[in-house]
C-alpha cells in the first residue's frame, strides 16, 4: 500500500472542504459522500472505497457521514480531520478493537448526553436518568447502556398522550443529531485512530496546524 503525503491530506481537504452530501452522490466537489471524496481526490474511480482505510473504520465513517447533518458544509466541517485520519488506517488498525474503542467510548461520552437531554423533558425520572448517565461515563460497558436504555424507555413511557410523545420523539431525535453531538462522535473516533497508531493522524497533525 502507497505511503500517503501531506500534499495527499491537502488534496482530499481541498475536496472535502467543498461538502459533503448524504449517499454516494456524484464526482464533483461538493456533491460526494466523505468516501467518495477522497476516491476523487486521489485519483481513484468514483466509489465510496479507496481501498486504504480499515473496513471498520470505513463502515463507521458511511455511517456518520449519512446521518442528518444540518448542512452539507457541517458534514465537512464534522468529518474533515477524520477523513485525513483514517488514510493508510487499512492492514494497520485491528477492525474489532477500534469498534469496541468506539462502542466503549460512544457509551461514556455521547449516552450521558442524550440521557440529560431527556431528564430536561420528564422531570420526573431526571434522578433516574442522570444516575444511569454517572453510570455509562464510570463504566462505558453494554450493561451500563442496558441500564440507560431501560431508563430512557420508561421516562418515554411517562407521556400519557400521542401528541406529547411526537413532540418528545422528535425533540430527542434533533437533540440527537445535532451537529455538535456528530462532530463529537468523529472526534471520539479521530482520537481512537491516534491512539491506536493510525498513519493518517501524523498527516493531519500536519496539515490541521500548518
Known amino acids: 500500500m502507497r505511503a500517503y503525503t501531506v500534499e495527499d491530506a491537502e488534496k482530499v481537504l481541498g475536496v472535502v472542504d467543498a461538502g459533503l452530501v448524504s449517499g454516494l452522490g456524484v464526482a464533483e466537489p461538493g456533491k460526494m459522500c466523505v468516501e467518495a471524496a477522497i476516491c476523487y481526490a486521489l485519483g481513484l474511480p468514483h466509489g465510496d472505497d479507496p481501498g486504504c482505510v480499515e473496513p471498520a473504520v470505513r463502515a463507521f465513517k458511511i455511517a456518520l457521514n449519512d446521518k442528518r447533518w ?124 491516534r491512539d491506536m497508531g493510525a498513519p493518517g493522524v501524523a498527516l493531519w497533525d500536519a496539515v490541521h496546524t500548518s
Not at 420528564?122 to 453510570?135: C, D, G, H, Q, V
Not at 420523539?169 to 473516533?189: E, F, G, M, Q, S
Open 70 to 193: 444540518s448542512s452539507k458544509t457541517a458534514r465537512a466541517k464534522g468529518l474533515r480531520g477524520l477523513a485525513v485520519a483514517q488514510l493508510g488506517s487499512k492492514g494497520v488498525i485491528d477492525g474489532r478493537e477500534f469498534v469496541r474503542r468506539l462502542a466503549e467510548q460512544t457509551i461514556r461520552q455521547i449516552v450521558p448526553i442524550a440521557l440529560r437531554a431527556a431528564a430536561q423533558r420528564s422531570p420526573r425520572f431526571a434522578e433516574r436518568l442522570e444516575a444511569s448517565a454517572i453510570r455509562c461515563e464510570q463504566e462505558g460497558t453494554r450493561d451500563a447502556a442496558l441500564n440507560a436504555k431501560a431508563a430512557a424507555a420508561a421516562a418515554a413511557a411517562a407521556y400519557a398522550d400521542a401528541a406529547a410523545a411526537a413532540y418528545a420523539a422528535a425533540a430527542y431525535a434533533a437533540a440527537a443529531a445535532a451537529d455538535w453531538v456528530l462532530t463529537k462522535i468523529a472526534d471520539i473516533a479521530l482520537q481512537i485512530l
